[in-house]
């Protein structure tokens, strides 16, 4: 039922900046928090940040200050703004959406390279 499209992602120079997207098919206030995560070849999913349905940010200590989260419920959207962009950011972004206790929703993601 729940559809996650992310875009945004591309090719970018290390030191660049990418701003993703996320569009949800349900309003975002019926899921108790959205979330980005990547991966990138060969290796484990990987959370980044995410925003509760009440506006609470959690973001992994590695990124803050680099990956900023947000969101436009009119658009049922949220963003992950990328800053300072280094070549091992080079994965693919995906997109989570969680109903609790146990419904939980990925869109199939956006790859991001970065490179010169």
């Known amino acids: 039922q729940v559809r996650l499209v992310e875009s945004g992602g591309g090719l970018v120079q290390p030191g660049g900046s990418l701003r993703l997207s996320c569009a949800a098919s349900e309003s975002i206030f019926t899921f108790d928090f959205m979330a980005w995560y990547r991966q990138a070849p060969g290796k484990e999913r990987e959370f980044i940040a995410q925003v509760t349905k009440g506006g609470g940010i959690t973001t992994k200590d590695g990124m803050k200050g680099r990956f900023i989260i947000s969101r436009d419920s009119t658009k049922n959207t949220i963003f992950l703004q990328m800053n300072s962009l280094k070549p091992e950011d080079t994965a693919v972004y995906l997109c989570?959406?969680?109903?609790?206790?146990?419904?939980?929703?990925w869109g199939q993601g956006t790859p991001v390279t970065v490179s010169s």
């Open positions: 989570r959406a969680q109903r609790y206790p146990g419904d939980t929703y």
